[in-house]
């Protein structure tokens, strides 16, 4: 869920294409037509929605808009070559159109025709860094990009593999940084997942990791001396 120009805009599934609501209040909701419809490159499953503010990507014309990252997942392809692609809008998201073409924003790191799991994209602003970070999940990882343009994006790190890792798949992920005792000085990164069907539970789970973690322009992002625990969801 986003706020842009006094309306909330709230994005759920509905069978692979993204339904879309908006409210002022919070309370009081309007369904507006499906957003993100399936195309060509196949179905349109989770991901985020970041207001453009400044036209960074140069989508806007020198104003303002939104923009959506989503697991693109084609069906008919083996694994769903899942990728990351990007959709916009220029009116309040009245209307949507794709963005770049047959390339995707984020390739499947597999390669072109490869079925990695890869989903979920979790867009947020940096703004120490004047970048933009994105977390994709990986399966039993997490991927860490940067972006100064909103378009294009450069993997910097991953984070899994550890004692932490539980049965399940990684999915999606969020990132953000988290003032300790209200202190922004002090702050700490917080990374939350959930994971998919889990035995020891009966269910899914989430699961979150929290530690220092250092984001330079094209460093590596990395939780140091990371804590985690889980919890059970039904």
Same mark, same amino acid.
């Given at each position: 869920?986003?706020?842009?120009?006094?309306?909330?805009?709230?994005?759920?599934? +509905?069978?692979? =294409?993204?339904?879309?609501?908006?409210?002022?209040?919070?309370?009081?909701?309007?369904?507006?037509?499906?957003?993100?419809?399936? !195309?060509?490159?196949? !179905?349109? *499953?989770?991901?985020?929605?970041?207001?453009?503010?400044?036209? &960074?990507?140069?989508?806007?014309?020198?104003?303002?808009?939104?923009?959506?990252?989503?697991?693109?997942?084609?069906?008919?392809?083996?694994?769903?070559?899942?990728?990351?692609?990007?959709?916009?809008?220029?009116?309040?998201?009245?209307?949507? %159109? *794709?963005?770049?073409?047959?390339?995707?924003?984020?390739?499947?790191?597999?390669?072109?025709?490869?079925?990695?799991?890869? =989903?979920?994209?979790?867009?947020?602003?940096?703004?120490?860094? +004047? %970048?933009?970070?994105?977390?994709?999940?990986?399966?039993?990882?997490?991927?860490?990009?940067?972006?100064?343009?909103?378009?294009?994006?450069?993997?910097?790190?991953?984070?899994?593999?550890?004692?932490?890792?539980?049965?399940?798949?990684?999915?999606?992920?969020?990132?953000?940084?988290?003032?300790? +005792?209200?202190?922004?000085?002090?702050?700490? *990164?917080?990374?939350?997942?959930?994971? @998919?069907?889990? =035995?020891?539970? !009966? @269910?899914?789970?989430?699961?979150?990791?929290?530690?220092?973690?250092?984001?330079? =322009?094209?460093?590596?992002?990395?939780?140091?001396?990371?804590?985690?625990?889980?919890?059970? &969801?039904?």
């Amino acid at each position: 869920m986003v706020h842009y120009d006094g309306e909330y805009h709230l994005f759920h599934q +509905d069978q692979g =294409r993204w339904a879309h609501a908006v409210s002022t209040d919070l309370v009081h909701w309007q369904a507006l037509p499906i957003a993100l419809p399936w !195309n060509e490159y196949g !179905n349109c *499953w989770s991901g985020s929605a970041v207001v453009d503010a400044d036209d &960074t990507s140069g989508l806007f014309d020198g104003g303002s808009g939104l923009i959506t990252y989503y697991t693109s997942y084609h069906p008919d392809k083996p694994g769903g070559n899942a990728s990351v692609r990007i959709a916009y809008s220029k009116d309040k998201g009245r209307s949507w %159109q *794709w963005h770049g073409g047959s390339s995707p924003a984020v390739q499947n790191p597999g390669g072109p025709d490869a079925g990695w799991t890869f =989903r979920d994209p979790k867009v947020i602003r940096d703004e120490a860094h +004047d %970048q933009w970070l994105m977390v994709v999940s990986g399966g039993d990882h997490i991927r860490f990009f940067t972006s100064t343009d909103l378009l294009t994006w450069t993997q910097v790190s991953s984070f899994g593999y550890g004692d932490w890792a539980t049965p399940g798949v990684w999915e999606c992920p969020d990132f953000f940084p988290l003032p300790v +005792d209200g202190d922004k000085d002090k702050a700490k *990164w917080v990374l939350t997942l959930s994971t @998919g069907a889990v =035995r020891a539970t !009966n @269910g899914s789970a989430a699961q979150y990791f929290t530690g220092d973690c250092p984001i330079g =322009r094209i460093g590596a992002i990395a939780c140091v001396n990371g804590t985690s625990a889980t919890t059970r &969801t039904s």
